[in-house]
């Protein structure tokens, strides 16, 4: 049997999706309560990893396991065993077939920033703060560079290259609200390793004025990691959603 | 000089606002950092104590100091000394006669309850998450009979009884929002110790059908404690605005 998980969990004080030897990974965690469950061990594949520190609104992920138990009894068993800061948020089973990373159809990632004269002390683990004000329009103007198909190698992390880097996004697109908050939305059928952050730390530039709409489409073009900004820094990242 | 300061904290990793020895506290934090700028020992005043875990948008707090300092240099040198999790919202300079304490004409707290199947991974330190469906009309029903200047002795914490035990409340309204989140905002004049979780646990009593809106009102006119609902837990609690 096939079941499928969506996932909320708490970034801040794991190292990431990616099991880890002697350190707190989501993976790790989830995978040590379906042993429980299922007393055997099972190997939990996502959709994608998120890095250290960064959040998950609705990561998906997929585990197989020949067992009795239901869809809704791995719910509340897992969320029974889990620590709180990671909530199973439903469970169904699937098709034998179904691969939670080889069959997504695109991801949405939101990317909060905070841009206030002051920082936040409830907030702080859940966005970057930019003190200086930010110009979202000219922000905006770069980021319409960003839907359609491009090679992302730009916005790749070093010392992660992969073979294909070109990428589709559907919508890269911000929003204000009136509490300071800058949320950008970007979805795309893939992300390749810190793409999102980089692309983020690269607008910041925009807004602040050190580089312009035009030069941000000039990197994007350009291929070269080292025009982009800096990376953001992960506690603003949340993957919202995978669609299948 | 006297300095009154508006302070937001975030309140999972203190023991409270009051300093204690070998504990993290508020009060003790910021009284570290303004031995530092000012080069002796001060003491920081608050308008009340907040207990292990509680929260605070607008705590205020006052200080005095023979100083060349400014209030804008003491805003700016707290923010760099202090950790992320205290955050100094505004400094101003006050007549000497200004306690933060005595001359409190009101405040406003605010309690999260998440009212939802699912907790939250992301929000579980700054809210009280209840599963079961809360009936909000009857909890603002209960509600209405708090404001108006009543003897608040049965929402009082256990091993910590004053004097007196009347205080005014002004204003006691449950609000939902679409994310299911139902939020309790109150203002009196001053508040007992534990006295809003001690309230809010008896109307989530009212919420959860185990009691009526008239036993509310019962049970805050016979003065009796052990009547009273249990104490609502600290997480989802937020001192908001302090009045003078």
Chains 1, 2 share one sequence.
Request: glycine residues 8%.
């Amino acid at each position: 049997m096939n079941f499928k998980l969506i996932i909320e969990y708490d970034g801040r004080d794991f190292r990431g999706w990616q099991i880890q030897k002697n350190e707190r990974s989501v993976q790790g965690d989830i995978e040590n309560a379906l042993e429980m469950m299922c007393r055997q061990k099972i190997t939990l594949h996502a959709s994608g990893r998120t890095d250290a520190g960064v959040h998950a609104l609705g990561q998906c992920a997929h585990f197989r396991c020949e067992t009795r138990l239901t869809a809704d009894i791995f719910l509340k068993g897992l969320n029974s065993l889990l620590r709180d800061d990671i909530v199973i948020r439903e469970c169904t089973e699937m098709p034998e077939n179904f691969h939670a990373r080889f069959d997504v159809r695109n991801k949405i990632y939101q990317y909060r920033i905070l841009n206030t004269p002051l920082p936040s002390a409830i907030d702080r683990g859940y966005s970057w703060h930019i003190r200086k004000k930010l110009d979202i329009l000219s922000m905006q103007t770069a980021a319409d560079h960003l839907p359609g198909k491009h090679d992302f190698k730009a916005f790749e992390g070093s010392g992660s290259p992969r073979a294909h880097t070109v990428r589709s996004i559907h919508k890269a697109e911000f929003e204000k609200n009136e509490k300071g908050y800058i949320i950008f939305k970007i979805q795309a059928d893939g992300f390749l390793r810190y793409m999102v952050r980089n692309i983020v730390g690269t607008l910041v530039n925009v807004g602040l004025g050190r580089i312009t709409a035009a030069d941000f489409r000039q990197i994007l073009l350009s291929g070269d990691r080292s025009q982009a900004g800096a990376t953001a820094p992960p506690q603003g990242l949340f993957l919202l959603q995978v669609n299948y």
